[in-house]
């Protein structure tokens, strides 16, 4: 019998949507000083609207003086104004309700800018009222730093503080000071901040590098794991055991009541302890994990050292989190590519073929993965990494850590370029091409990092010209989702899962099922066409369905009734 498609009516608003990553520093500048900003946002709604979006990250805005980009915050309760103004927040705010698209806040709460009043009164003494909203500790008898911590950008983990006599701990950069969540009075002033802009009608939080928030009771040093001495933080203080209280905390301060939803930057957590961090138990809706965006990086220290990786891995990725979310009764966020992360075409169909098919295979999957898929911007325009021959081109701080970082260990030059061609941050940070006019319609300034220069034929505007563009891909996808609704609310299913060249699955509501089938490789690839009995395919790139061959990174996507 054939049911009428109708989605489940207890999923939540930000299940059913279509979630984007806007940059906000290269998105798109209203006022020519070379920086993106919200009135640049808010002039290009409609774009995300045309996307089926409903739900916009945006990075940091707030006062910042830009260590790293906005991650550091030197006040919660204002806007940089290189960005705007409050009152062009709450403009976006209401233009993007008007679309039935809500915006979501980056709280960076690990940590603090040094230039944050809270930190500056800290380091003032250590008595006074906030000398323990950081995280200082005694130097060790030789006057050396406490432990031997190497923070994730390099370097020691802590700074040397005159006026106090003691180091403070930064997780990142020494201008990002560890904030004391032990401390009941920090945690408040949090609490305090996140409802500052629930009140404004934000529609959700992404909460940053939330598993370092706690830390060990004692600092002790750890092995060392490269030539430095030192040992990654990550190993020393991600996930310490009682973190999840204080985020229970805050769930119930801030969420409770409201249709506000969270998703937790968790580096360190995988698909085996999901069940404690999503769903009806757990402290956030979704959480980012890393499996897949580190499936060919064992080590996020060293750029240098890659590990080799197979369709297996990549399937074994969504089966394990897929399940665990399940179980959890959770819900997960689909994610290729972040503001850390390289460009997926490059990251996950490395090579030669064709950069559009490889895009459009990528966006099947982004598209019809059980989840709340989460485009990065310039995604759907089908972005490739920047390959810029010198370090001295790159912006980003942690890519030229990371590059001395390997010049220390002895690798070459060569190789150490090879790393940051490979994972540079920058790659996903350029300007959005928006037009073939002058740095592709991004500014009418100088843009704070170059325009990647094959904007000429990647940008927005001819791509929405082009009924074969990336992004037009992009948005009959959207149109199929809400057409063929077991796309958004159908189970999981892997499919020929021992097939080393097609990822196949499906997405089955009870009424109608999706199969998914997408080609990984450089080369035709058959499949068996029991897979589909029955089926009517309902879009298709670079295949040939009557044959039941895929050609290269062809992706399809067929419907049947369920059984
Ligand atoms: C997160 C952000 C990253 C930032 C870091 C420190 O990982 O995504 O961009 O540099 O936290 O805040």
Request: hydrophobic share 35%; glycine share 8%; charged share 25%.
């Amino acid at each position: 019998m054939n049911k009428a498609a109708v989605i489940s009516p207890d999923m939540k608003w930000w299940q059913k949507t279509i979630a984007y990553e806007i940059y906000v520093k290269s998105f798109k500048d209203s006022d020519g000083n070379g920086t993106g900003d919200l009135n640049g946002i808010t002039s290009e709604l409609d774009h995300l609207k045309e996307l089926g979006v409903g739900a916009v990250w945006l990075t940091p805005c707030y006062v910042s003086p830009q260590a790293d980009n906005g991650y550091d915050i030197a006040d919660y309760y204002n806007i940089d104004p290189a960005y705007g103004t409050m009152e062009d927040m709450e403009r976006l705010i209401a233009e993007a309700k008007k679309r039935d698209i809500r915006i979501v806040m980056d709280l960076v709460f690990n940590h603090t800018s040094n230039e944050n009043e809270w930190f500056k009164e800290s380091r003032q003494s250590r008595d006074g009222e906030k000398s323990d909203w950081y995280i200082w500790a005694d130097p060790k008898e030789d006057g050396s730093a406490p432990t031997n911590w190497r923070s994730i950008f390099g370097g020691s983990a802590w700074e040397y503080d005159e006026t106090r006599g003691q180091y403070y701990l930064h997780t990142f950069l020494p201008e990002q000071p560890d904030l004391n969540w032990a401390n009941p009075e920090v945690r408040k002033a949090l609490q305090d901040v996140a409802k500052f802009w629930a009140d404004k009608g934000v529609g959700g939080f992404r909460m940053d590098a939330i598993t370092y928030i706690k830390k060990p009771e004692t600092f002790e040093d750890g092995k060392p794991d490269a030539g430095d001495g030192m040992v990654g933080i990550h190993s020393m203080t991600a996930n310490t055991s009682g973190i999840l209280d204080y985020l229970h905390e805050f769930k119930s301060a801030v969420q409770e009541g409201t249709d506000i939803f969270t998703v937790g930057e968790a580096n360190g957590v995988s698909a085996s302890d999901l069940g404690q961090w999503v769903g009806k138990d757990g402290v956030f809706d979704m959480v980012f994990e890393f499996g897949l965006t580190g499936i060919d990086l064992p080590d996020e220290t060293n750029w240098c050292e890659t590990r080799e990786w197979t369709l297996f891995d990549f399937k074994s990725f969504f089966d394990d989190s897929l399940a665990a979310a399940d179980a959890a009764e959770g819900w997960f966020p689909v994610f290729l590519e972040n503001h850390d992360q390289p460009r997926s075409v490059d990251h996950f169909m490395p090579g030669e073929g064709d950069r559009i098919a490889r895009a459009k295979a990528l966006a099947a999957l982004l598209l019809t993965m059980r989840g709340t898929p989460f485009i990065m911007q310039g995604e759907e325009l089908g972005y490739v990494n920047v390959n810029w021959p010198s370090i001295d081109d790159y912006e980003d701080i942690s890519t030229k850590n990371h590059y001395e970082f390997a010049i220390g260990e002895g690798y070459s030059e060569e190789e150490a370029m090879e790393g940051v061609h490979r994972f540079s941050r920058d790659s996903s940070r350029t300007p959005m091409q928006w037009s073939a006019s002058e740095n592709a319609g991004f500014t009418t300034g100088t843009p704070w990092l170059p325009v990647y220069p094959d904007y000429s034929v990647f940008n927005r505007d001819l791509e929405l010209d082009d009924p074969d563009s990336v992004l037009s891909f992009y948005r009959e996808l959207a149109d199929l989702r809400n057409k063929h609704t077991e796309l958004i609310d159908g189970k999981y299913q892997v499919m020929i899962p021992e097939n080393e060249d097609i990822y196949a699955y499906s997405r089955d509501n009870g009424s109608k099922k999706a199969v998914i089938l997408i080609n990984f490789t450089d080369k035709d690839v058959s499949y068996d066409p029991g897979l589909i009995k029955d089926a009517e395919c309902i879009l298709s790139t670079v295949s040939d369905e009557a044959a039941g061959v895929l050609h290269p990174y062809g992706a399809a996507i067929y419907e049947m009734n369920s059984h």
